[in-house]
Structures are given as structure tokens and as C-alpha cells.
């Protein structure tokens, strides 16, 4: 038997991610799931100058930024009946994705992907095919205009 307790859903606010919070919100509820929303700030390189300006600063307050877009990711009246754990950090998008699994033991990742292929893919690369590969657990990644879920 599968026995899903855990549920991460990375999120980068886009459509994509809108897509893929539709099966994690449906899957959550079906397995009675603690559902966790990540979001990774990805790290900035700044020179010694920093151009001037105060990123420890920035970067907390798009930290702020990222927990209110958080808030609203999931309807108010489903998120209060629920399990739902929120967690913003910094870093590497797929590592973060893939640590943040291990570190919660989590049963299943939810995503979005681009469904890119051929030179667009070599170019820019997915961090859900990383995902995939690197994850501790199964990986259900939802691309965009796809099959659309379907409660019986």
C-alpha cells in the first residue's frame, strides 16, 4: 500500500506552479497529506561593490515578498482544514528543492515543468528533470495545457 504523509509543493509563483498546486491540493487532501509549500529564492552574485546597493536588505524583503505570495497560493476556506507548512529559503532552486525533501521526508514533490525539449532545453535546462533525478522520493511534475485532473 502507498502511503503519502507528506507532500512538497515548490512553488515559483507562476503558472506553471498554478497548475501543479491543483494536483498537490487534491492529492493532499485524498491522502490526508501534510501539504509544504516551498519557495527558493535563487542566490544572487553581486561584485565587491554591490553596485550600491543593500542586498542582505533586498533580499529580506523579497523573502517578505515571497511569504505573502505564499499566503494566497491556496484558497483560505481548503488551506484552513488542511496540513499545510510554508518554508521560503535561499539558494539553488533544484538543491534546495531536493534538500528540503530529504530534510522533511517527504513521500511525494509535486511541480511544474516547461515540457521544453531539443536546443531550448540543453539551453536553459529544467529544474524539475534535476529534480526528478536527484530527488529522495517519486516526483509528479504537471506540464502546462496537459491531461487535467479529474476527481471521480
Known sequence: MIRIQRILLPSD????????????????EQFEAELHLLHV???????????????PELMQEAKGHAQAQMASL???????????VH???EGT???EIVQYAKEHDVDLIVMGTHG???????????????????APCPVLTVRPKGHQFVMP
Not at 509563483?13 to 493532499?28: I, P
Not at 565587491?48 to 543593500?54: C, M, P, Q
Not at 539551453?123 to 536527484?134: D, M
Open 13 to 28: 509563483f507562476s503558472e506553471l506552479s498554478s497548475e501543479a498546486t491543483k494536483y498537490a491540493c487534491a492529492l493532499a
Open 41 to 55: 529564492q535563487e542566490n544572487v552574485v553581486i561584485s565587491e561593490f554591490g553596485l550600491g546597493l543593500n542586498w
Open 74 to 84: 491556496l484558497d483560505p476556506k481548503w488551506a484552513a482544514e488542511q496540513k499545510v
Open 87 to 89: 518554508a521560503v529559503v
Open 93 to 95: 532552486p533544484f538543491l
Open 116 to 134: 521544453r525539449t531539443g536546443v531550448a532545453h540543453m539551453l536553459i535546462g529544467s529544474v524539475a528533470e534535476k529534480v526528478v533525478r536527484k
